[in-house]
């Protein structure tokens, strides 16, 4: 069965330094998703993305994040200058359609961020 | 303000035994509410996906109700299994985009 997939699993950086997570999605879905869960707290929403562009993001997502799809599989999400707050699981997920629909998002199995 | 509540925050309860979780919830418009079912450590993953119009569905042992008119859902567990153990996030999605609220889980685990 198709899986979300992300690396690393567990990433440990020095506040101020840029991190990379990468993600991919299922091969034949249309949306991705950016997601992040602070221990012991709720998923929270970043940002979705569609078409190479942005679709919707939170106030969390503000200019230290970006995301790109560099090619047809990866989507990565950057966190410029990281913080100690930044520390978190953060998922990645795709879907086939909207979320206005009633299709399935599917989430990878997370990357765990530890700013020191 | 879009919100997702859940309760109870943790439940603890004998193996085969059943179980109720409930989520309230103030988004708005209201396109659609998921139960996930998230392992420690691990992504959620979808049990039921439930439109405005239905008010009962059922996933095997999980048997997830809505309410759009209270706006409020409820996941039922029957005959619970050691592997039920995790936490249960019920997530809505409003109709003007495709943002995705999250309730904080309700943490549940089954005992021997």
């Known amino acids: 069965e198709p899986e979300v997939t992300q690396t690393p699993s567990h990433q440990v950086t020095q506040m101020g330094q840029e991190v990379i997570l990468r993600c991919v999605p299922i091969s034949n879905h249309l949306y991705f998703y950016w997601y992040r869960q602070i221990l012991g707290q709720k998923v929270e929403f970043l940002v979705s993305f569609y078409n190479n562009e942005i679709s919707e993001k939170s106030e969390i997502f503000d200019d230290q994040f970006s995301v790109e799809r560099p090619d047809g599989s990866n989507f990565t999400l950057k966190i410029r200058s990281t913080k100690l707050e930044d520390s978190a699981m953060y998922f990645c997920?795709?879907?086939?359609?909207?979320?206005?629909?009633?299709?399935?998002?599917?989430f990878g199995p997370g990357t765990r961020l530890t700013v020191t | 303000k879009n919100q997702v509540e859940q309760s109870p925050q943790s439940l603890i309860i004998l193996e085969g035994k059943n179980c109720t979780l409930q989520c309230n919830y103030t988004v708005s418009p209201f396109s659609n509410l998921r139960w996930y079912k998230q392992d420690t450590g691990r992504g959620p993953v979808s049990l039921t996906i439930?439109?405005?119009?239905?008010n009962t569905k059922s996933n095997g042992r999980y048997t997830a109700t809505l309410d759009a008119d209270t706006k409020q859902s409820s996941l039922h567990i029957t005959a619970s299994q050691l592997s039920d153990s995790a936490s249960y996030i019920c997530v809505v999605i409003s109709n003007t985009g495709n943002q995705f609220y999250f309730g904080t889980g309700t943490s549940l685990t089954v005992i021997p």
């Open positions: 997920a795709s879907s086939e359609f909207r979320g206005l629909s009633s299709y399935e998002q599917y």
């Open positions: 439930m439109t405005f119009s239905e």
